[in-house]
């Protein structure tokens, strides 16, 4: 029997990678022969402790920090709440928080659910974004006050691939005094970062977006910068951090990390030109379809496409009898009934906003794949408008 | 993924009947591009009221592309009185079911034939009336009533996945309760009917605040020849001005937090927010 995952055609990275080979394989023997615990005074356990610090010093390596920075925890979503959970904890009377309207739903339910989870009520600055999905820094510089406590603003954009300038604002924040916290989820193993001569004091990574295993990931915590745990427990991760370290998990996002270092080049370079490619075969190929985000200050995998007049989830569906894998941002597609908080907040019309499908790509794409897609999606999409009301024709 | 059954996915990729019925007996549209479908549906009539052709155009998911699809098949060869009693459940069966967070399609598929009888009847519809409950998806209370006691519905999600009314903003989320308590009758065993805990009226609130202002603030702002004024009061942030000496001082925001916002929080809320004025 064929395996169906051999023949499609993946361009859903943003929502999550293929493991690597390379990574799986260094996984397996954890998963196996290698199970000591790491904090054990026998070699077989102490040995995977120091396979564990392998580990930690490749993730510093790609993002330019030191490995006492790095702490291993179970996902992006953990890595936000401990970041920004740590500052509130620090910062007791200090009541106000700035954050963006585009965040992805780890640091946005948190910021909304702040009452409840710490008994104090908060108040949030949502800051806004234009037609391309940008901030605007005076906003941001506006917001800064006497009371904020920190500022959690992502690296990337999950939907839209938009960059945002995460160095000028974490320096404009430890100016007054304030933290500064970045989920970097979407941009580490895309673009380079190097935290070494920057102001964040907090930065979210994960696991599984960068080819590595799902269920880890890392909080990056600059040295200097007062922490207080979300999860005290044991010992682990110098008492920052409780619970027996996901080893197998930790050395796989050590070897995804490498890999990505390697890999950062051909990233910025073919995936780019791949991506153009597809962006430009799309926008070409069908009428009436436009681009969501920023032209240029964009992750060089991801492009985000509203097809006007049809439904994603329609679109979706359609793509996968082509075995074509990616996302929309419409709202049957979330199960709630509006169209991406993303979307909404650039003021996408309701027309595009509801038929908007991302591609997001990887260094396993090939230019045979971005041909095949450039190909099947313009009938797709005619398809869906001849039986649309609204369609009216070119 | 949505959990979709062979008859829907079969009807969505090979839709029948598309497309508008040319010098149609009857056309109905509902929907619209914000909600994120909309079905427009006509029929042909021979004299003696059957239905002779049905056609759809639709924007939206598959099952909306599905419920219309299937819904053309079962209106063809009726009458147009046996036509009148197709309902929402009828659709979602000839599909072999709906996930409930799409029953909605079935309900467009519904209305939109409803609306084409009236049309071919030259009758105004009775939905059009009613007042609208959620702004957001322009649902009426009387399509919220009809959907409560054709589908059963017991509870506010419930209503939503039938009529999407309370899926947008959430504004009109206490209305619907209303409807549903309303419509289902003491009778029935209604979910999630609590109301919120009791909170304190910002009228309360307002006493409150100028008792302690008065009573803890002012003394000691005084003796600095300072002042404050309460201006405003919105949930829990409560705005306020520094007068006299207090207001060249420096230290303001200081004695905002550290004083003024200690006190009331300690003697009235504890999760007030104290706020200057903004100049
Ligand atoms: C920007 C961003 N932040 C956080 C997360 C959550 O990461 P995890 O799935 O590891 O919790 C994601 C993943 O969807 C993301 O795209």
Not at chain 1, 202 to 209: A, D, E, Q, R
Not at chain 1, 360 to 371: M, R
Not at chain 2, 134 to 162: K, P, Q
Request: aromatic content about 6%.
């Amino acid at each position: 029997m064929t395996n169906v995952r051999d023949e499609i055609v993946y361009m859903d990275n943003n929502a999550t990678t293929m493991v690597a080979p390379e990574v799986v394989e260094v996984m397996i023997p954890y998963l196996g022969n290698l199970y000591g615990n790491p904090s054990s005074m026998h070699t077989f356990g102490g040995l995977v402790g120091q396979d564990i610090s392998d580990a930690r010093r490749k993730v510093a390596d790609l993002i330019g920090a030191t490995p006492e920075e790095v702490i291993f925890t179970s996902c992006g979503t953990e890595s936000d709440s401990t970041a920004i959970l740590s500052a509130l904890r620090t910062f007791p009377e200090k009541r106000h928080i700035i954050t963006t309207r585009v965040e992805h739903p780890a640091v946005k339910s948190l910021c909304e659910n702040l009452e409840m989870v710490t008994g104090h009520k908060y108040r949030v600055t949502r800051l806004k974004v234009d037609a391309e999905g940008m901030i605007d820094i005076d906003e941001y510089e506006a917001a800064l006050t006497e009371d904020t406590v920190i500022a959690s603003i992502m690296w990337a954009n999950n939907e839209t691939g938009n960059i945002y300038p995460v160095e000028k604002m974490a320096t404009m924040a430890k100016q007054r005094g304030i933290l500064f916290h970045t989920d970097a989820v979407q941009a580490v193993g895309k673009i380079p970062l190097d935290l070494k001569n920057l102001d964040i004091d907090f930065l979210s990574l994960s696991g599984h977006k960068l080819h590595g295993p799902k269920g880890v990931g890392v909080l990056y915590i600059k040295r200097g910068t007062h922490f207080v745990p979300f999860l005290p427990g044991g010992h682990q991760e110098h008492g920052r951090r409780g619970g027996t370290e996901n080893v197998a998990s930790i050395v796989g996002l050590g070897k995804a990390c490498e890999l990505a270092a390697a890999n950062m080049e051909e990233e910025n370079t073919r995936v780019k030109r791949l991506r153009d490619r597809l962006e430009e075969g799309l926008l070409s190929g069908v009428s009436q379809s436009r681009l969501n985000g920023h032209k240029t200050d964009r992750l060089p995998n991801t492009t985000n496409i509203s097809f006007e007049f049809v439904e994603g989830e329609a679109i979706l569906l359609h793509m996968n009898q082509h075995k074509i894998c990616a996302s929309s941002g419409s709202a049957c597609t979330s199960g709630s009934l509006e169209p991406s908080h993303v979307l909404r907040a650039m003021g996408v019309p309701f027309t595009a906003a509801h038929g908007s499908i991302r591609f997001s790509l990887s260094t396993y794409n090939s230019e045979e794949e971005i041909d095949y897609v450039v190909e099947k999606m313009p009938p797709i999409i005619e398809l869906l408008r001849k039986m649309s009301p609204f369609w009216k024709g070119n | 993924m949505w959990e979709y059954t062979d008859k829907v996915q079969q009807h969505f990729l090979n839709p029948q009947n598309v497309g508008e019925v040319e010098k149609a007996s009857g056309a109905g549209e509902v929907g619209s591009l914000a909600c994120g479908d909309a079905l427009k549906l006509s029929f042909k009539a021979d004299a003696n009221d059957i239905i002779i052709e049905a056609k759809f155009k639709t924007f939206g998911c598959a099952s909306a592309i599905a419920s219309s699809s299937v819904l053309t098949e079962i209106m063809i060869g009726k009458s147009v009185d046996e036509a009148l009693k197709i309902t929402n459940e009828d659709i979602a069966d000839a599909l072999g079911g709906l996930p409930k967070e799409k029953m909605h399609c079935s309900v467009m598929g519904r209305e939109a034939l409803e609306a084409a009888i009236a049309d071919y009847r030259g009758l105004v519809l009775p939905m059009a009336e009613g007042e609208i409950v959620c702004e957001c998806f322009g649902v009426t209370d009387l399509d919220v009533i009809r959907a409560v006691n054709e589908s059963n519905l017991r509870s506010v999600e419930e209503i939503t996945n039938f009529t999407k009314a309370g899926g947008g903003c959430g504004k009109c989320e206490d209305r619907l309760r209303e409807i549903l308590r309303e419509a289902v009758g003491k009778k029935a065993e209604v979910v999630n009917l609590d109301p919120p805990p009791k909170r304190m009226t910002t009228l309360q609130k307002i006493k409150q605040i100028e008792e302690v202002l008065e009573r803890e603030v002012r003394p000691g702002l005084k003796k600095d020849g300072g002042d404050i004024e309460l201006i405003d009061v919105d949930g829990d942030f409560v705005t306020v001005s520094l007068r006299g000496a207090c207001k060249s001082c420096k230290k303001s925001q200081t004695t905002i937090k550290e004083y003024v916002e200690k006190k009331l929080r300690e003697l009235v809320l504890d999760n007030l927010i104290v706020e200057e004025e903004s100049q």
